[in-house]
């Protein structure tokens, strides 16, 4: 297993005691989960689908193929969408997870719709995207080079072999940038827990709950 594989794994652990602490399952709770992922690509992936006690109470919200992500959680709803508004009824949801998924919705206006719409059918959430200012970018490993204009670091990232991170594949947020687009989409009272690497905020967990 590769050191960002375990740190990785480390970190999504401590977030989940955190989630764990604040939102306590319960079997009558509905959660939604938005942003899975189509495979299982490491022990990382689908981490709600993963631990939670209760999976026949989880839904599970992406854009990929839900075919594979079912046969692995067969007691998990899988609904397949094309990015924009939920297929969900207002409040139909007590606890929506979404992690490390508001950095790939695309540019700020998506980033607020998203916002909106967990908002909308979810009474309580749990958020977590990247710190822009962490030294290391956490998708593609390459030091330093994202605090760069988003548009020299795309250039930067083609010519380094990893155009597959460029243009609307991330969008990276610092504190200041997130807590804007929470005002903006209005989601309630919420609060921001930085979890840290190395003496660095390395991601943002947020904790809402609607008014």
Known sequence: MSLAVRVSGRNRARKWRLFLREFP???????????????????VENYIEKHYPYPHRLTALGVDDPAAFQRLHPQVRAVRYDGGRFPFDDG??????SNAVLEHVGGQERQVAFLREI????????????NRWFPIEVHTHVPLLHYLPKRLFDRLLVGLGKGWAAGDYMHLLDGGGLRRLLDRAGVGRYRIVRNRLWGWTLDFAVLFERD
């Open 92 to 97: 139909q949801f007590d606890v929506c997870w």
């Open 25 to 43: 399952p319960t079997p009558q709770a509905a959660v939604l989960d938005v942003g899975y992922a189509g495979q299982d690509y490491s022990p």
């Open 119 to 130: 908002a909308r059918v979810a009474r309580r959430a749990f958020i977590t995207t990247p």
